[in-house]
């Protein structure tokens, strides 16, 4: 098993479907001190409601190195910050384009006064410089 589909699974919950338990367990019994071994084969047991998973946690507590945020990850709240954070991210995303999107229309339409504004004071400009050169002649 590679190291690198551990510490994915430990990221993507989806993933965990595709390792074995038995796997797992070779690979803790091959490197007791690999941490995110231990730590995935005990939310392995957690979620398939193993006896085991008691005895895993405890093991999997003594090599974490932060014992928060294993608890966090065992009991979901790690999982619940990231789809928030996801779905904050999103919403922020849609709320930034729909600025953008008000303030372009805003912008072109003050660009569209302006430019009507000053086509006007043109004109009459123009108008009035021809009603002089006309008086003058």
Do not use: C, W
Not at 30 to 45: D, G, R, V
Not at 66 to 83: A, H, M, N, S, V
Not at 99 to 122: F, L
């Amino acid at each position: 098993m590679d190291r690198n589909l551990i510490y994915s699974a430990i990221e993507n919950p989806r993933l965990r479907d595709g390792i074995s338990i038995q796997e797992l367990e070779n690979v803790r019994e091959m490197y007791p001190y690999f941490t995110a071994a231990q730590i995935l084969l005990a939310k392995l047991y957690q979620e398939k409601n193993d006896h085991r998973f008691a005895d895993q946690l405890q093991k999997a507590a003594v090599y974490a190195l932060d014992r928060k945020t294993l608890y966090q990850y065992i009991t979901g709240e790690r999982e619940q910050e990231q789809r928030t954070e996801e779905q904050g991210n999103k919403e922020q995303g849609i709320e930034e384009q729909r600025t953008g999107e008000q303030g372009n229309k805003e912008q072109g339409i003050e660009e569209q006064r302006t430019g009507e504004q000053g086509n006007k004071e043109q004109g009459i400009e123009e108008q009035r410089t021809g009603e002089q050169g006309n008086k003058e002649q």
